[in-house]
């Protein structure tokens, strides 16, 4: 048996090269020796306030990226959220079992909840649905960038618990991976924040879906520095090195091969260079996305994924809702 994988991307917006380098990339290349189940988590983006027709509309842009990106329906279990009841049912289970405390200290709610006029409970307790999508899957193995190894921590914390209070090997204990480099991709107008596709400055990011023009319009306004040499550098060259992230993770050649060549040859050369190289990566996907988004075919995709979805969640559930108590003997009802 294959070793589990499962993660997920919220339809928060069009997802951005980080997303597409921290995790979504890394999707695509576990396919053949893991178990994988990937899943658009429009019950996640809730938490803060989505227009209805265009989270619909969202969340299918994010399953087409999926196949566009090269998930095979084949190889992977590709779902949405809210097409598996068990999730939230499960989530309940593990916000019974999660501390306030714990959920208050987790700091992408203390960043999202400064943006938000109205703090929603669902967004504090945000974890816990998170936790329900891994521990449902028995999933070993959750691809991610780094802003959810809290997330994952919390996740690791509670299955401990979990198996503790009710039979140990209950629930999987899952490890995040996290790629060496990549893991955090930054805004390209402010590197001391994350490239976030809900950033408000549209220039801070490259979505998945941007023209050609446009991507080298973003990257030729991106910050730099005065030092005027290409250097990996995370303290005192941060936009610099943000750049050399992506241009690596994009062209599968090393920090060191990139410093080697661009080191003396000017940021402009460097950064058309880094933009042809996004350019070259999207295209073809882009080509596949327009192909995919309004096709029967994806929402065969979906409708097979959910089927294979519902049944090992309602699995793990009974297994969770059994162990906790939550059964009748419908002998005493008759
Ligand atoms: P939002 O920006 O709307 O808060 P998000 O992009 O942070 O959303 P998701 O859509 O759920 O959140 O992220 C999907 C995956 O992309 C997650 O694994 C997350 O860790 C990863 N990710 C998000 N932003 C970056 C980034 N800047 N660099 C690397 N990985 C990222
Ligand atoms: N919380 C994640 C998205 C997410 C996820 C998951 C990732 C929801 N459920 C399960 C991995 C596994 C985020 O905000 N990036």
């Keep these: 048996m294959k070793p589990t994988v499962f993660s997920g991307v919220q339809p928060s917006g069009i997802p951005t090269i980080g997303n597409y380098i921290g995790a979504m990339k890394g999707f695509v290349d576990l396919q053949d020796d893991?178990?994988?189940?990937?899943?658009?988590?429009?019950?996640?983006?809730?938490?803060?306030?989505?227009?209805?027709?265009?989270?619909?509309?969202?969340?299918?842009?994010?399953?087409?990226?999926?196949?566009a990106i090269g998930l095979d329906p084949n190889k992977s279990i590709i779902f949405i959220q809210s097409d598996v009841p068990a999730h939230a049912q499960a989530a309940w289970l593990v916000l019974c079992q999660t501390g306030l405390g714990e959920l208050e200290r987790m700091t992408q709610f203390k960043d999202k909840a400064q943006k938000q006029e109205l703090?929603?409970?669902?967004?504090?307790?945000?974890?816990?649905?998170?936790?329900?999508?891994?521990?449902?899957?028995?999933?070993?193995?959750?691809?991610?960038?780094?802003?959810?190894k809290q997330h994952l921590e919390l996740t690791r914390n509670f299955v401990d618990r979990?198996?503790?209070?009710?039979?140990?090997?209950?629930?999987?204990?899952?490890?995040?991976m996290i790629p060496s480099s990549g893991g955090r991709i930054l805004s390209l107008q402010d590197p001391t924040s994350k490239m976030s596709k809900s950033d408000v400055n549209t220039r801070g990011f490259i979505s998945m879906?941007?023209?050609?023009?446009?991507?080298?319009?973003?990257?030729?306004?991106?910050?730099?520095?005065?030092?005027?040499?290409?250097?990996?550098?995370?303290?005192?060259?941060?936009?610099?090195s943000n750049l050399l992230d992506i241009y690596s993770a994009l062209s599968?050649?090393?920090?060191?091969?990139?410093?080697?060549?661009?080191?003396?040859?000017?940021?402009?050369?460097?950064?058309?260079?880094?933009?042809?190289?996004?350019?070259?990566?999207?295209?073809?996907?882009?080509?596949?996305?327009?192909?995919?988004?309004?096709?029967?075919?994806?929402?065969?995709?979906?409708?097979?994924?959910?089927?294979?979805?519902?049944?090992?969640?309602?699995?793990?559930?009974?297994?969770?809702?059994?162990?906790?108590?939550?059964?009748?003997?419908?002998?005493?009802?008759?």
């Design 252 to 334: 599968g050649r090393s920090i060191d091969d990139l410093v080697n060549e661009y080191h003396s040859a000017g940021y402009g050369k460097f950064k058309s260079d880094v933009a042809d190289q996004v350019v070259a990566v999207l295209e073809p996907i882009q080509q596949k996305y327009y192909r995919l988004i309004d096709n029967q075919e994806l929402t065969d995709i979906l409708i097979d994924g959910a089927k294979a979805a519902n049944e090992t969640a309602t699995r793990t559930l009974s297994r969770m809702e059994r162990a906790i108590g939550l059964t009748y003997k419908p002998s005493l009802y008759v």
């Design 34 to 67: 893991y178990d994988t189940t990937y899943c658009i988590v429009n019950q996640h983006a809730i938490t803060v306030y989505q227009d209805p027709k265009t989270l619909s509309q969202s969340t299918r842009m994010i399953a087409a990226l999926y196949v």
């Design 162 to 176: 979990f198996n503790n209070r009710y039979g140990k090997d209950l629930l999987v204990k899952p490890e995040p």
């Design 119 to 148: 703090v929603s409970a669902g967004l504090l307790s945000y974890p816990a649905l998170m936790v329900a999508d891994i521990v449902l899957y028995d999933a070993q193995y959750i691809p991610v960038g780094e802003d959810q």
């Design 209 to 240: 879906l941007d023209e050609p023009k446009t991507i080298i319009k973003k990257i030729k306004s991106a910050v730099t520095d005065s030092v005027g040499e290409v250097n990996y550098d995370k303290e005192n060259q941060a936009a610099i």
